[in-house]
């Protein structure tokens, strides 16, 4: 039975529960109740898999976080369901002249790319976008983000997976009126799932439902007399 755990370690489909993530390891996502949620932020290297419907905020929950891993180095875009607004990155920390922005025809070379971006130590974070990942892809992507000291964000839309990714970190969004509903189901060095929900009124006021006000007057009935 050892020898079968050790293998399965040595192809990084299985992490230790009881080892703690240290903080040094992580990027603070800018949200310190998501941060305390993920054991410090998101992990600074490995593969970070989000499952989330499409422009409901994902970009905007990650830029900070994009912006503190930079360093100089490049942030690649591949196959985002959308083009990116140059002045929103500009406006948020991210230069220009750092910023990849790829569309591979095909997945297979959607995930060369990702692959070839995450090792070669020239970018900070890989963003891609792909319906469907297989075990030992993702194994390679976790390889190579580690190789590369970078940050590797997998988004997709399935609801429901057939198999577990080797991945450093599992996630899923879902829309809520002041922000984001995040599930944690997957943490790498940690046991417990979690959920929570993340207000993000005051970064984006005018991009969330306000919530009720609680001291209204109640609506005015009419006082017209009833005739006989």
């Known amino acids: 039975m050892s020898n079968v755990i050790e293998l399965l370690q040595q192809q990084h489909l299985l ?10 390891s992580t990027i603070s996502s800018g949200y310190p109740e998501l941060d305390k949620q993920l054991g410090g932020g998101f992990p600074a290297r490995g593969v970070t898999e989000i499952c989330t419907p499409t422009a409901i905020g994902e970009l905007r929950l990650l830029t900070p976080c994009l912006h503190k891993a930079g360093h100089k180095r490049l942030t690649a ?53 792909s319906p469907t990942l297989e075990i030992h892809q993702a194994k390679r992507l976790q ?22 990714l080797p991945v450093s970190l599992t996630l899923t969004f879902t829309p809520e009126k002041q922000g984001l509903h995040i599930s944690i189901a997957k ?22 439902i306000p919530s009720p006000c609680h001291n209204h007057r109640p609506p005015v009935q009419s006082s017209r007399r009833r005739e006989a």
């Open 187 to 208: 943490r790498k060095g940690g046991w417990i799932q979690s959920e929570l929900m993340l207000d993000m009124s005051r970064q984006w006021p005018g991009l969330t």
């Open 77 to 129: 875009f591949i196959n985002p369901p959308g083009y990116l607004n140059s002045d929103y990155l500009q406006a948020h920390g991210l230069d220009l002249d750092n910023v990849l922005f790829m569309r591979p025809r095909k997945e297979t070379q959607a995930l060369w790319a990702a692959e070839q971006c995450l090792k070669s130590g020239c970018c900070s974070s890989v963003l891609l976008w």
């Open 15 to 24: 992490w230790p529960g009881s080892q703690q993530q240290s903080s040094a």
């Open 143 to 164: 390889v190579a983000s580690e190789a590369g000291n970078a940050l590797h964000f997998y988004f997709h839309t399935r609801k429901t997976h057939s198999l577990t």
